[in-house]
T-cell receptor, first 114, second 113 residues
Framework: DAEITQSPRHKITETGRQVTLACHQT?????MFWYRQDLGHGLRLIHY???????NKGEVSDGYSVSRSNTEDLPLTLESAASSQTSVYFC?????????????FGPGTRLTVL | AQSVTQLGSHVSVSEGALVLLRCNYS??????LFWYVQYPNQGLQLLLK??????LVKGINGFEAEFKKSETSFHLTKPSAHMRDAAEYFC???????????FGQGTRLTINP
């Protein structure tokens, strides 16, 4: 069965360190998205990609970067982790044809920045 | 810009009672609308979506939602709550022709025995 996986599931790091969160999907979807979930804010879009070599900034992109070298993966990098980036991060993917497409979500990565 | 407002961050109902979770959107053109559910320590999964076909949309687990253009609303209902419905529910909007989603703040549903 197709799926979307994230690793690690839990991560503790220190302020200033670079951190990369992995996202891998086997749906063969062109669209991939990264969100962060914080209490009272719902999910907010960090970055997204509509295909290989395509990346776009979302609502809360400062301090984050992504790259898309193949269809399956969209790693999220925190260049210099800050305590404000402590959050739960979700990756999602969807088809690109038409509109109103369901996004399929990974299980999430809980990141703590000390 | 598209936005979504979910009225009530917490809703508590008794088992067997009606569930009503409210969602209002802002858009000059009817968008695509979604309800997602998140169970503890899991990702989100789709409950139902509106894509300009029928205004009453039926989803999984007995949930349904009605699109009302005049009220810019897309409220989620279930006639009879079960304990397994306890979760966080998110309303989301996507402009027609776009692929991104904008989420509401979420509503935590608690079911009392």
């Amino acid at each position: 069965d197709a799926e979307i996986t994230q690793s690690p599931r839990h991560k503790i790091t220190e302020t200033g360190r670079q951190v990369t969160l992995a996202c891998h999907q086997t749906w063969n979807h062109n669209n991939m998205f990264w969100y962060r979930q914080d209490l009272g804010h719902g999910l907010r879009l960090i970055h997204y990609s509509y295909g290989v070599q395509d990346t776009n900034k979302g609502e809360v992109s400062d301090g984050y970067s992504v790259s898309r070298s193949n269809t399956e993966d969209l790693p999220l990098t925190l260049e210099s982790a800050a305590s404000s980036q402590t959050s739960v991060y979700f990756c999602a993917s969807s088809e690109s044809k038409g509109g109103g497409n369901e996004q399929f979500f990974g299980p999430g990565t809980r990141l703590t920045v000390l | 810009a598209q936005s979504v407002t979910q009225l009530g961050s917490h809703v508590s109902v008794s088992e067997g009672a009606l569930v009503l979770l409210r969602c209002n959107y802002s858009s000059s053109v009817p968008p695509y609308l979604f309800w997602y559910v998140q169970y503890p320590n899991q990702g989100l999964q789709l409950l139902l979506k509106y894509t300009s076909a029928a205004t009453l949309v039926k989803g999984i687990n007995g949930f349904e939602a009605e699109f009302k253009k005049s009220e810019t609303s897309f409220h989620l209902t279930k006639p009879s709550a079960h304990m397994r419905d306890a979760a966080e529910y998110f309303c989301a909007v996507s402009p027609q022709g776009a692929q991104k989603l904008v989420f509401g703040q979420g509503t935590r549903l608690t079911i009392n025995p």
